[in-house]
């Protein structure tokens, strides 16, 4: 088993890359995707969560309102420990269940995005980096989510910086271009990846 830890800022594509990685037959682990089951309606992560933070960031329907949790959290750091203190142990036993589920010659991709910023590159055989400009990431966030330029630089601020993520990496995937330079940076990685594997 080759364990890739997968990283990048928001908006850097990194969901691009873990995508098509999964196409190619990797076993991909999505901590943000493990992060949103945790705290779905019924759970004790939304429990928790509406005990620290209130009932305003729930929706009508009773689930989380992500958005309005977002603006409370990515602009206060004390906030955000608190979340990631209900979230981080609750996705960390869902991953070790999936890693476990995996066969021994699988290549298992960690989609994590605060690899860098919890310190947990030891924890894989290869990081992976993908890495844009705070610029393109900033007009990405603003122009394809539909986020505020207030909003996407909180989020940009309240993740590690761009050269604090490049010094973890084993590989780096430059993602500033268009879909089809990533289609073969992708390609190389996987190769890459299996020759690891062998």
């Given at each position: 088993?080759?364990?890739?830890?997968?990283?990048?800022?928001?908006?850097?594509?990194?969901?691009?890359?873990?995508r098509?990685?999964?196409?190619?037959?990797?076993?991909?682990?999505?901590a943000?995707?493990?992060?949103?089951?945790?705290?779905?309606?019924?759970?004790e992560?939304l429990?928790?969560?509406?005990?620290?933070?209130?009932?305003?960031?729930?929706r009508?329907?009773?689930?989380?309102?992500r958005?309005?949790?977002?603006?409370?959290?990515?602009?206060?750091a004390?906030?955000?420990?608190?979340?990631?203190?209900?979230?981080?142990?609750?996705?960390?036993?869902?991953?070790?269940?999936?890693?476990?589920?995996?066969?021994?010659?699988?290549?298992?991709?960690?989609?994590?995005?605060?690899?860098?910023?919890?310190?947990?590159?030891?924890?894989?055989?290869?990081?992976?980096?993908?890495?844009?400009?705070?610029?393109?990431?900033?007009?990405?966030?603003?122009?394809?989510?539909?986020?505020?330029?207030?909003?996407?630089?909180?989020r940009?601020?309240?993740?590690?910086?761009?050269?604090?993520?490049?010094?973890i990496?084993?590989?780096?995937?430059?993602?500033?271009?268009?879909?089809?330079?990533?289609?073969?940076r992708?390609?190389?990685?996987?190769?890459?990846?299996?020759?690891?594997?062998?």
């Open positions: 088993m080759v364990k890739v830890g997968l990283t990048g800022g928001i908006g850097s594509g990194k969901s691009e890359v873990s098509r990685l999964a196409e190619y037959g990797a076993v991909v682990i999505d943000d995707k493990i992060a949103r089951e945790v705290v779905e309606p019924g759970t992560g429990k928790e969560i509406v005990e620290a933070f209130g009932e305003t960031v729930l009508p329907d009773g689930g989380l309102d958005e309005r949790l977002g603006s409370i959290v990515f602009a206060d004390g906030k955000l420990a608190v979340l990631n203190g209900i979230v981080h142990p609750r996705v960390g036993e869902r991953v070790s269940e999936l890693q476990e589920a995996a066969s021994e010659d699988a290549i298992v991709v960690y989609d994590v995005p605060l690899l860098a910023e919890n310190n947990l590159a030891s924890m894989y055989d290869v990081v992976v980096v993908v890495d844009a400009s705070d610029e393109i990431r900033l007009d990405r966030l603003t122009r394809c989510r539909g986020m505020s330029e207030r909003d996407a630089r909180a940009i601020a309240a993740q590690a910086a761009r050269d604090d993520r490049l010094k990496a084993d590989v780096v995937i430059g993602n500033e271009g268009p879909l089809e330079d990533l289609d073969a992708v390609a190389e990685l996987w190769e890459d990846l299996r020759a690891r594997a062998v």
